[in-house]
């Protein structure tokens, strides 16, 4: 049975950092695709960052600001934010698939940690 549990989230502001985390358990060796998504009020889930075969993947608005991190001995994964931004403002999930994907897609990940808050203000 695969699990996801997200941690680290919380409010900043402006400009600051935070760093989460992702632990998981279930996932078969190295053979799948790890991200992160976020979703805001009233808007769809959309694409954060992905990670598959040690090569990382980042949506452009956050390049350079975030960085996406694997701990395979510890089954973890991490995201950290610098230069946070009240539009950066979400829950953020985890997410993962056996697939072999380098999808953006929310709908071709077929499981998903329960989602942590992250509020940006100005």
């Known amino acids: 049975q695969v699990q996801l549990a997200e941690s680290g989230g919380g409010s900043v502001q402006a400009g600051g950092s935070l760093r989460l985390s992702c632990a998981h358990s279930g996932l078969p060796g190295s053979t799948y695709t790890m991200a992160w998504f976020r979703q805001a009020p009233g808007k769809e889930r959309e694409f954060v960052a992905l990670t598959r075969d040690g090569r990382t993947t980042y949506w452009n608005s956050v390049k350079g600001r975030f960085t996406l991190s694997t701990d395979n001995a510890k089954n973890a994964m991490s995201l950290q934010m610098n230069s946070l931004k009240p539009e950066d403002t979400a829950v953020y999930y985890c997410?993962?698939?056996?697939?072999?994907?380098?999808?953006?897609?929310?709908?071709?990940?077929?499981?998903w940690g329960q989602g942590t808050q992250v509020t940006v203000s100005s």
């Open positions: 997410a993962a698939t056996r697939r072999s994907t380098r999808s953006t897609d929310y709908s071709d990940y077929d499981y």
